[in-house]
């Protein structure tokens, strides 16, 4: 089980807040939970971007790309 420990940053520099600590699996339902609470252009758009993103990322094979393309392009 992972646990993440949140340093509470806020308030003054003198301002002692404790830590939380949170199960990763809580942070995933979190994160889950905000992600569907966006509306559906919204999701697309972010998808989108981290989408070409990665397919423009040079260090990956050609293959990769041309993959893409070929099913998913506009002269299929």
Same mark, same amino acid.
């Given at each position: 089980m992972s646990m993440f420990k949140m340093e509470n940053t806020?308030?003054?520099? $003198? $301002? @002692? /807040? !404790? /830590?939380?600590? *949170? !199960?990763? @699996?809580?942070i995933h339902v979190a994160v889950k939970n905000y992600v569907?609470?966006? %509306? *559906? %252009? /919204?999701?697309? %758009? +972010?998808?989108?971007?981290?989408?070409? @993103? !990665? +397919?423009? %990322?040079r260090t990956r094979p050609r293959v990769y790309i041309d993959n893409l393309m070929k099913e998913f392009g506009e002269n299929q």
């Open positions: 806020e308030g003054f520099p $003198t $301002t @002692k /807040a !404790e /830590a939380r600590t *949170y !199960e990763a @699996k809580n569907l609470s966006w %509306d *559906y %252009d /919204a999701l697309v %758009d +972010y998808a989108v971007q981290g989408m070409y @993103k !990665e +397919y423009m %990322d």
